[in-house]
């Protein structure tokens, strides 16, 4: 095994609410597959962690049929309904929408071990999909521009994130801390783990050597964000990046 290596994969099957970790992964050319596939909606459009900010705490999983469940319930019952309501207000509902859109900036989301550990906190404060552990804490702020091999996957680093007031929120209880953000401000400018995209679908595997290797490949796209249940499939309206991923949910 290289000095660098994958060890840890998240995914996101209902957007905003709690990771599920995994051991391996498909990744397909619109990140891994069955992340944020459900989201969850109010009268108004989508709803996030960013305002409701309980939703983070709620757990959520596939079942055996790539279906997403929520506190063991499929998403798509009155049961899962009544618990969603319960943490983001009378009215929200779930939605299904599988479209590039319900990605905040790019498909995948990057964090290193040595910027974990001088960030102190929970990584789940972070939403990342992937940790990579065999990392100096400075050395992300390096990598966009090149790709990172995984087995026979290649992911292109794109841009450190800009994070926003999600990172405030304690995945446990949902309670908010603003120091948290403060400290991101103060110790990273703001940024913290890589928006990233997938060059070469693969598969992944916990353990797996990592390396960083130059390419010229682009993404076809940045930046989605949820304006309505269903998306537009045109997207939204053009922002700049950064603009963009302050709404990262």
């Known amino acids: 095994m290289s000095a660098m290596h994958l060890a840890g994969l998240w995914r ?7 990771g599920e970790p ?20 109010g009268a108004a459009g989508p709803l996030t962690g960013r305002s409701r900010h309980r939703l983070v705490t709620l757990p959520a999983s596939t079942d055996p049929s790539g279906t997403p469940r929520v506190a063991g319930h499929r998403w798509d019952t009155p049961q ?13 509902h779930l939605a299904a929408y599988a479209g590039p859109e319900r990605f905040d900036v790019l498909n995948l989301l990057v964090a290193t071990d040595g910027a974990v550990e001088a960030f102190g906190y929970d990584i789940r404060r972070l939403r990342p999909n992937l940790l990579l552990a065999g990392v100096p804490a400075d050395a992300e702020a390096t990598w966009p521009g090149q790709a990172l091999a995984i087995g026979d996957a290649l992911i292109g680093v794109h841009s450190l994130r800009q994070r926003c ?28 783990a890589l928006n990233c995209w997938v060059i070469r679908p693969g598969t992944l595997h916990l353990g797996a050597p990592v390396d960083l290797v130059p390419t010229r490949a682009t993404p076809a796209r940045i930046g989605g964000w949820i304006v309505g249940a269903p998306y537009p499939s045109s997207g939204v ?13």
């Open 12 to 18: 996101y099957p209902i957007k905003s609410l709690a």
């Open 22 to 41: 995994l051991d391996t992964a498909t990744l397909t050319g619109d990140g891994i597959a069955g992340d944020r596939i459900v989201h969850v909606s």
């Open 80 to 92: 899962a309904e009544r618990i969603v309501q319960s943490h983001a207000g009378d009215g929200a």
């Open 165 to 192: 007031v999600v990172t405030t929120i304690d995945p446990d209880t949902g309670e908010r801390d603003p120091d948290v953000f403060r400290h991101i401000h103060r110790a990273f400018d703001g940024e913290l």
């Open 237 to 249: 309206a053009a922002q700049d990046l950064k603009g963009r991923q302050r709404t990262a949910a």
